[in-house]
């Protein structure tokens, strides 16, 4: 996350300087003519988890922020999301960290694997590698939910939809909702994704496809993980297809299938044939099926010994119906994560993602959008 000082336009509008402080103890009026607009000091864009994580940060720094969601709701799907080190410092410094560390495991390392012949390239320890590193894989919408918590009652404004946004000069920038209302706002941070209206308003790009395309799902299983190295991230490298899978909790295993696609192919919504497509690559020659997993075979009971591939076939086996691939990612240069125009400012997932086997994220095609 950008230091607040990078995206506000000037440091009278520092939302950390005295100034800043004395408007808030006094009134603070609209100055457009509308009687039906409210004047805001933060809004924020998207209640996903740059947004709610952003709102958390600014509270701690005596800042109050509104949070516009489009949503009725938050979001309750998703799979998970792997946290190094530096995002548990994040968590840590916004209160939520020990509550989710008692939920999740603790990584601790990776095997990387080729599928041609499933010989290990190569396998090593988190703690080897980095002292004191710690890695787990979070449930997107555990942590949501556990976000959300910590902000006060009405600091999330669920269905509201941004219509249209317009600078206002030294007033702020307006911001028009679906419903009709009516926010003008000294500071607009954009945490909206990748179809983000804030970014398209600061001119950037619409998203493009670039070549990848993946599956990726949560399988949970009542009895336990199947999964014979429970605590470490398994890698599969084939021609064509990167898939692996990352232990999430006792019971809880996240997988990814990413794989080259000329053309992204229409949207998706057939759950079964989502599956059928998605187990047919890890059947393909030489990308995820190994000569391990053949001499195993199939009917193996709960107790057996497992190989990574037959895990990660099991894991795809058991992808939820009705699941639709979705347009998430986004390939920008790797140091632009957040970009500014005056007081508003564009975050994280509306102008970069990373491939989905480097960031585990679920996406279905891949996209990239260029800067203004």
């Not at 499933?118 to 320890?125: A, I, Q, T, V």
């Not at 076939?313 to 125009?341: F, H, M, N």
């Not at 993602?353 to 585990?360: A, E, M, R, V």
């Amino acid at each position: 996350m950008a230091p607040l000082s990078t995206f506000v336009s000037s440091p009278a509008r520092h939302p950390c300087s005295d100034s800043y402080h004395r408007r808030r103890r006094g009134a603070v009026s609209a100055s457009s003519s509308s009687s039906s607009t409210k004047a805001e000091e933060v809004v924020i864009v998207g209640a996903g988890i740059a947004g709610l994580a952003t709102a958390l940060s600014l509270r701690r720094l005596g800042v109050s922020a509104t949070v516009l969601e489009q949503g009725p709701s938050l979001r309750a799907g998703g799979t998970s999301l792997t946290l190094f080190k530096n995002g548990w410092r994040v968590l840590d410094s916004i209160g939520v960290a020990d509550e989710l560390r008692a939920k999740y495991l603790r990584v601790q390392g990776m095997r990387m694997r080729s599928s041609a012949g499933g010989r290990d390239l190569r396998e090593f320890s988190f703690e080897e590698e980095a002292p004191g590193q710690e890695v787990r894989a979070v449930e997107r919408g555990a942590l949501l939910a556990t976000m959300a918590s910590k902000l006060p009652p009405g600091a999330i404004s669920f269905s509201s939809r941004l219509k249209s946004i317009a600078g206002q000069g030294p007033d702020g920038t307006l911001l028009e909702l679906q419903d009709g209302r009516r926010l003008l706002s000294k500071v607009v941070l954009g945490c909206d994704g990748v179809n983000s209206p804030i970014a398209r308003w600061m001119g950037f790009s619409e998203p493009r496809y670039v070549g990848h395309m993946a599956f990726r799902g949560l399988a949970d299983y009542a009895g336990g993980q199947p999964v014979e190295s429970k605590s470490k991230v398994n890698y599969i490298y084939g021609r064509g297809v990167r898939a692996g899978f990352v232990p999430v909790s006792p019971t809880k295993v996240y997988w990814f299938i990413c794989f080259n696609s000329a053309t992204p192919g229409p949207k998706a919504t057939d759950g079964a044939a989502l599956k059928r497509e998605a187990l047919g690559l890890l059947n393909k020659p030489n990308t995820t099926r190994t000569k391990e997993h053949k001499r195993h075979g199939r009917g193996r009971g709960r107790g057996a010994r497992q190989t990574p591939n037959q895990a990660l076939e099991e894991a795809a086996g058991a992808v939820a119906t009705g699941r639709r691939p979705s347009s998430e990612g986004l390939k920008t240069p790797p140091d632009l994560i957040w970009a500014c125009v005056d007081s508003r400012l564009v975050e994280s997932d509306a102008v970069k993602k990373l491939l989905p086997s480097g960031s585990f994220r679920r996406s279905k095609w891949l996209l990239e959008r260029e800067a203004p």
